[in-house]
């Protein structure tokens, strides 16, 4: 489905349809947000013609994005959560499922399986992340930190930087094509240390961990406007 559209996608639903999954932002097409209202009407449609709404908030959950999951910006909940990667504190491989009884429900003891399912590092992990994000403070940093570093990116705009999305701390930055590749910014800013993810074309994602304070932000942008000289 073109992301955004709502007409396509309830125009694909059909009797057949068991569930709509998407990513509330998409992170390897290059932090791309929706429009305002779409997650919302999605959950519209999705209950009115009895699809299940699963969000793939692997990597914008957690409270990268300022809030718990990405789909909190519209107060939408929807019926799974597909988690992963911060669940494991980016360290640690365990990833989850997440949904109320009525849907999981219909998995059974022993009909379903993984061979490191069930890991009990990955679970004492998975488990400390959930107890660090009760408090709501890692939400707040990414809100703080995360516009700290949209206002320093837009200030690269027009200046080696042709467009930019950020949601908390999280940013996807359209790099000038005549200047480089996603990927040679990628290998500059490697070389300046700082770590960063190419997605298409010219686009590099920044997704810096949640503990980072106000000096890495600023090590991160002058770094940005180095290799862009
Ligand atoms: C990494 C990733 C996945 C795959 O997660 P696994 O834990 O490797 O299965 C799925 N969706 C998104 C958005 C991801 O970033």
Redesign the pocket.
Known sequence: MPFGDIAALEAAITDDTVAVML?PI???GGVILPSDGWLHDVREVTRRRHVLMVA?????GLGRTGTTFACDVEDVVPDLY?L??ALGGGIV???AVVADRDVLGVFTPGSHGSTFGGNPLGAAVGQAVVALLSTGEFQERARWLGSLLERGLRELVGHGVDAVRCRGLWAGVDIDPQLMTGHEASHRLLERGVLVKETHGSTVRIAPPLVIGEREVEILLDALTAILD
Not at 56 to 60: P, T
């Open positions: 990513e998409q992170g390897e793939d908030e692997i990597q914008s597909v992963g990667k491989p365990v990833s």
